[in-house]
Structures are given as structure tokens and as C-alpha cells.
């Protein structure tokens, strides 16, 4: 058994891949629809072909820091089931949030299965990744224009990822990619855009986060990058909500974060509008969001605003 955390899905991908790798016998399951103990049946079920079998359990929320809907009795039944696994089953749990180091079913499952951190919180460590994947394409790329990029897409990776896409794209062949070419690329304009629409719905402003996301539709901004930087915003705050609850100072919170003390300043006076609840509540549905997204179960646009709309007219 795994659990893949982070707030990168496209890294949590990555790794999913890793243990799956080509195999037909893959069954994805959500559990803000099914039930733990529904993932225990599926998982002690076996084949008449004896085949191995991977269980994909996406937001295993009962893990981490997240409010959960597994019910106590659940899991119970589920530290029963890690004492004797179904050798032939292979579960690979994932969640967006946090994990709960101090919970009874964290510690019971760290000690006999991996626990990997899918985020990418160290500057360096983006960098490498990003070259990792320009390297792999056959592209060369210097370190002003990796800059420009994380930049741009606020050091998030799955905003990243898909830049170097379209970079990719852009080229008829592998080749240096330059500063200038990545600038046009990467609309600074849209960019704003995108970050305007955010800075609109942190602020309950629900006329303009409207407009601007109508906007956005006619000039076909891939939507994606707004529930990413959305999901980034309500996370910094839940974050920085639990550190000075624990009574860090603003100094070691910024350190933590790697933000700066502006930014800082700037989050914590939008959440004077939240309570914990909220910022929990409305990360969690972001991320069921990304999650329907990016498995084609529902269309971008057509979410977000269904969002909106719960928030600024529930």
C-alpha cells in the first residue's frame, strides 16, 4: 500500500505511475463518493485469474489534516485489514492535504508502508525538476528563462507543467528555448487576468469574479490554471491560519512558506473574511474540482462557476 500527498496532482500522477506502471487491472475510486469500507471489499475481492490488482482511492482525506467523512468504525475495519493485506491488491491512496503525523491511523500505516510528500516546497528542487523535464524532451533551456517560467506560474508545478507544454508545442523540434519566445508563450496579460479573477473571489467579490471568468471564457484561457492558483490561495491561508494558532511568529511563517512578509501581510488580512471551517471546506471542493477536471468528468468552466456560485450565493 502507498499514500501519495501534496497539493501537486501532477506529481502525485508521477508516482502513481511508478507502482502501476502498464497494467490493464486498475480501478479508480473516490472517496467523496464510496465508503472505506467499500475499499476494504473491493480490495479483499480477488479474481478467478489471480491476476494483481491496483485500487487508485483518491482524496483518503482520513489520513491528513482535512475533515473526513470516514467514520471511526471504518477505519477500525482498516487497521484490521493492514494487519493481513490481500497480497494480490495494491492500494494506492491519495490527498491533496497535509498528513496528520499525530493521527492513530498515520502512525499505524507509516510504519509498514510508504508515505511519499508529492510537493515541491524547496526553489532548488523546482528548478532541477524543471530542467529534468526540458532535458527529457531534447530541449535546452538557461536559468533566466527557468526563472521566468516559475514566475510566472507562482512556483507552482502543475501550472508549470502545463507551459512547458505549450513550449513544447510551439517548437517543430527539439531545440534551445529561448527567453523572448517564452514571453509570448506565457501571457503576461492572462496571467494578470488570472490572478486578478482569484484575488476576486478571496475577496467575495462575486460581480467581478463573474465577469472576469466570462472573460477568461472568450479568450479561452485554459481554466486549469485558475483552480490551481485558486486552491494555492485558500492552502496559504489554511496554512498560515494553523501556524499562528500554534504561535509561530510572522518571520518563521514566511521562512516556512517561502513567501514574503508583504505576502504575508496580504493573506492574513483576506482571512479576516474565513473562519478554518471555510478555508477547509472550499479546498476541499477546489480539489474535488481538479480532481473531476483532469479525469474528464466534468468541464472546467462549467465547475468553477457551479463554485461561485455556492460561495457567493449559498
Same mark, same amino acid.
Given at each position: 500500500?502507498?499514500?501519495?500527498?501534496? /497539493?501537486?496532482?501532477?506529481?502525485?500522477?508521477? +508516482?502513481?505511475?511508478?507502482?502501476?506502471?502498464?497494467?490493464?487491472?486498475?480501478?479508480?475510486?473516490?472517496?467523496?463518493?464510496?465508503?472505506?469500507?467499500?475499499? &476494504?471489499?473491493?480490495?479483499?475481492?480477488?479474481?478467478?485469474?489471480?491476476?494483481?490488482?491496483?485500487?487508485?482511492?483518491?482524496?483518503?482525506?482520513?489520513?491528513?489534516?482535512?475533515?473526513?467523512?470516514?467514520? +471511526? /468504525? /471504518?477505519?477500525?475495519?482498516?487497521?484490521?485489514?493492514?494487519?493481513?493485506?490481500?497480497?494480490?491488491?495494491?492500494?494506492?491512496?491519495?490527498?491533496?492535504?497535509?498528513?496528520?503525523?499525530?493521527?492513530?491511523?498515520?502512525?499505524?500505516?507509516?510504519?509498514?508502508?510508504?508515505?511519499?510528500?508529492?510537493?515541491?516546497?524547496?526553489?532548488?528542487?523546482?528548478?532541477?525538476?524543471?530542467?529534468?523535464?526540458?532535458?527529457?524532451?531534447?530541449?535546452?533551456?538557461?536559468?533566466?528563462?527557468?526563472?521566468?517560467?516559475?514566475?510566472s506560474c507562482q512556483n507552482n508545478f502543475d501550472l508549470?507543467?502545463?507551459?512547458?507544454?505549450? $513550449?513544447?508545442?510551439?517548437?517543430?523540434?527539439?531545440?534551445? &528555448?529561448?527567453?523572448?519566445?517564452?514571453?509570448?508563450?506565457?501571457?503576461?496579460?492572462?496571467?494578470?487576468?488570472?490572478?486578478?479573477?482569484?484575488?476576486?473571489?478571496?475577496?467575495?467579490?462575486?460581480?467581478?469574479?463573474?465577469? &472576469?471568468? +466570462?472573460?477568461?471564457?472568450?479568450?479561452?484561457?485554459?481554466?486549469?490554471?485558475? $483552480?490551481?492558483?485558486?486552491?494555492?490561495?485558500?492552502?496559504?491561508?489554511?496554512?498560515?491560519?494553523?501556524?499562528?494558532?500554534?504561535?509561530?511568529?510572522?518571520?518563521?511563517?514566511?521562512?516556512?512558506l517561502g513567501l514574503q512578509d508583504w505576502q504575508i501581510?496580504?493573506?492574513?488580512?483576506?482571512?479576516?473574511?474565513?473562519? +478554518?471551517?471555510?478555508?477547509?471546506?472550499?479546498?476541499?471542493? &477546489?480539489?474535488?474540482?481538479?480532481?473531476?477536471?483532469?479525469?474528464?468528468?466534468?468541464?472546467?468552466?462549467?465547475?468553477?462557476?457551479?463554485?461561485?456560485?455556492?460561495?457567493?450565493?449559498?
Amino acid at each position: 500500500m502507498y499514500l501519495f500527498y501534496g /497539493e501537486s496532482f501532477r506529481l502525485i500522477e508521477e +508516482e502513481i505511475k511508478k507502482v502501476v506502471k502498464e497494467s490493464p487491472n486498475v480501478l479508480t475510486i473516490d472517496l467523496e463518493a464510496s465508503s472505506l469500507k467499500e475499499i &476494504i471489499e473491493e480490495a479483499t475481492y480477488v479474481s478467478m485469474f489471480q491476476e494483481q490488482k491496483y485500487l487508485i482511492v483518491r482524496n483518503a482525506n482520513f489520513f491528513t489534516t482535512a475533515k473526513s467523512k470516514t467514520k +471511526e /468504525e /471504518e477505519i477500525e475495519l482498516f487497521l484490521k485489514y493492514m494487519q493481513n493485506p490481500v497480497s494480490l491488491t495494491t492500494i494506492l491512496f491519495t490527498s491533496p492535504f497535509k498528513v496528520d503525523a499525530r493521527k492513530k491511523i498515520y502512525k499505524e500505516f507509516s510504519k509498514t508502508y510508504k508515505v511519499i510528500n508529492c510537493s515541491i516546497t524547496d526553489r532548488n528542487d523546482l528548478i532541477n525538476k524543471i530542467r529534468d523535464m526540458v532535458f527529457k524532451q531534447k530541449f535546452k533551456i538557461d536559468n533566466e528563462t527557468i526563472l521566468y517560467i516559475m514566475e510566472s506560474c507562482q512556483n507552482n508545478f502543475d501550472l508549470i507543467y502545463n507551459e512547458l507544454e505549450k $513550449i513544447f508545442l510551439y517548437y517543430v523540434e527539439p531545440q534551445k &528555448i529561448e527567453l523572448q519566445d517564452v514571453v509570448n508563450i506565457v501571457s503576461r496579460t492572462l496571467m494578470d487576468n488570472n490572478f486578478k479573477f482569484v484575488e476576486a473571489v478571496i475577496k467575495k467579490d462575486g460581480r467581478e469574479a463573474l465577469k &472576469i471568468l +466570462e472573460d477568461l471564457y472568450v479568450l479561452k484561457v485554459e481554466p486549469i490554471a485558475l $483552480i490551481l492558483l485558486l486552491a494555492r490561495e485558500y492552502r496559504l491561508m489554511l496554512s498560515i491560519e494553523t501556524l499562528l494558532r500554534g504561535g509561530y511568529p510572522k518571520a518563521t511563517i514566511s521562512k516556512q512558506l517561502g513567501l514574503q512578509d508583504w505576502q504575508i501581510d496580504k493573506l492574513i488580512r483576506n482571512m479576516n473574511s474565513y473562519n +478554518e471551517e471555510d478555508l477547509k471546506t472550499y479546498l476541499k471542493e &477546489i480539489a474535488s474540482i481538479d480532481y473531476r477536471v483532469k479525469s474528464g468528468l466534468g468541464d472546467a468552466y462549467t465547475e468553477l462557476k457551479a463554485f461561485l456560485l455556492k460561495v457567493f450565493m449559498p
